[in-house]
């Protein structure tokens, strides 16, 4: 089954700016895919795309989530390269910010923001505030706000670009695990070659500016 089917998408944007496509690429339910590609190729311009943040100037973008899905982001987590917290509130209100959009009932709301804390490891993180949390540590939370609606689809635009690289590590290791145990579908954006191989099932390169496909890789997985 497929999560994310994009046909002929092109993206011109306001200024006359050619950004992406034409555009063919289909993810299966539960695959984790890298887009990679030079800067400007167009990478965070398909993903608006996908999440419905932006419409395709010609093409169809069509996204397959479970019934009754009735989230904001209809079933789609977007994680961006700055982790945009608020920073006057505490992390649990940054998290619940989604489920209170949604209306979900507090209780409720307050179960699920447990959970997506305890599933990046912040459980006991939930009443400090941004400030006081390393690079990493707000990642995490991002990550948590973006999990908290249970998306089906979990897409990231470079999530780890600012963070040094033995916390980027260690967060791939954290997204590998969250992937295996939760089965979500994950397209992931990097200029990372060795995150893309060492990450994902897939990788798809993509050519510059307006940005096509260029080449479509499956990685072998080696079991740990
Ligand atoms: P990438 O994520 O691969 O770096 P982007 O999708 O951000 O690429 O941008 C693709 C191209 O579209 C770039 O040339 C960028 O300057 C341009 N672009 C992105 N967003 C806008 C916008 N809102 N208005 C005009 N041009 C844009
Ligand atoms: P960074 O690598 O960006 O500094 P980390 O997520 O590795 O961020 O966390 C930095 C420090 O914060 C850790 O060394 C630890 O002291 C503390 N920390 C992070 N996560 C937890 C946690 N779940 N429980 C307790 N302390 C933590």
New binding site residues.
């Given amino acids: 089954a497929l999560a994310v089917r994009l046909r002929g998408v092109t993206k011109t944007y306001d200024n006359g700016v050619m950004a992406l496509g034409p555009l063919d690429l289909a993810v299966r339910k539960g695959e984790f895919v890298s887009l990679l590609g030079p800067s400007g190729c167009g990478k965070s311009t398909a993903l608006r795309l996908i999440a419905g943040l932006a419409a395709p100037s010609s093409g169809t973008v069509r996204v397959s989530r479970h019934e009754g899905v009735a989230q904001p982001g209809h079933g789609i987590g977007f994680v961006f390269q700055e982790p945009t917290l608020m920073p006057w509130t505490s992390v649990r209100e940054n998290v619940r910010l989604p489920l209170k959009l949604a209306r979900v009932p507090k209780a409720e709301a307050r179960a699920r923001v447990d959970e997506a804390l305890a599933s990046v490891?912040?459980a006991?993180?939930a009443a400090a505030f941004p400030r006081e949390l390393?690079?990493?540590?707000k990642m995490?939370v991002s990550l948590a706000r973006a999990l908290v609606t249970d998306p089906d689809i979990l897409l990231m635009d470079e999530p780890f670009a600012a963070?040094?690289e033995?916390?980027r590590f260690?967060l791939n290791n954290d997204l590998l695990t969250l992937w295996r145990d939760l089965g979500k579908t994950i397209i992931f954006v990097t200029h990372s070659v060795f995150e893309s191989v060492y990450l994902s099932q897939r990788v798809v390169v993509m050519t510059a500016r307006p940005g096509r496909i260029q080449a479509d890789v499956r990685i072998e997985t080696v079991e740990p």
Avoid at 134 to 137: P, Q
């Fill in positions: 490891g912040l006991e993180f390393s690079g990493g540590m995490r963070l040094d033995i916390t260690r």
